[in-house]
């Protein structure tokens, strides 16, 4: 047994109950420098470096989780966000497709995958991400309203109007940004019923 590393793991744990991130991340590190193989650890301080939107901080451990664990879905997803907001587009976009080959039911890896189709104008691909995220969490208005867009974009006014109907259900407030932001007034009756 490697006691300096749960010495350290201990240490971590107490001091992210204690919310006080940067000694966490302290006894993390020691952690990981007493067994370089424990995933845990770096990506504990990767999520402490995410939280504090220190993107470029935060990738170098996320990556090395997953060489340490490759088949860890949310590890890959972790990995493609922060490449994301660090406007890393190409590089999100590996990690998010390796999140769903380990996951399929990963839906934020999916809404990721969308969303980057959408930003680089390729609607359809976007559109066929956003359905899995969809439908993987039908109460997630803003994947919903993503799908519509990105339907909208495409030129299919009944998908849009599918995407609309479901968000009047379960959103409405989302329903109604969906409903201007698609140009389908028609639909707004619907809110009203």
Excluded at 60 to 65: R, S, T, V
Excluded at 78 to 86: D, I, K, P, W
């Amino acid at each position: 047994m490697n006691y300096d590393k749960l010495r350290y793991n201990l240490r971590a744990l107490l001091f992210e109950w204690l919310r006080q991130p940067d000694r966490a991340m302290a006894a993390y590190a020691a952690c990981f420098r007493a067994d370089p193989e424990d995933a845990r650890a770096a990506r504990s301080i990767g999520w402490i470096l995410s939280e504090k939107k220190r993107w470029v901080e935060a990738a170098p451990w996320f990556e090395k989780a997953v060489t340490i664990v490759p088949d860890d879905a949310n590890t890959w997803f972790n990995l493609g966000y922060v490449r994301e907001q660090m406007g890393h587009a190409t590089d999100a976009m590996v990690a998010f497709n390796h999140a769903v080959k380990e996951n399929p039911k990963h839906d934020r890896a999916w809404y990721g995958i969308g969303m980057i189709h959408a930003q680089a104008g390729d609607h359809p691909a976007a559109a066929a991400a956003l359905a899995h995220a969809a439908e993987l969490q039908p109460m997630n208005g803003e994947a919903w309203y993503a799908l519509g867009m990105a339907h909208y974009h495409s030129h299919h006014p009944d998908a849009v109007e599918k995407a609309i109907r479901h968000c009047v259900i379960h959103d409405p407030k989302t329903a109604r940004r969906l409903i201007q932001d698609a140009e389908r007034a028609d639909m707004l009756p619907l809110l009203s019923s």
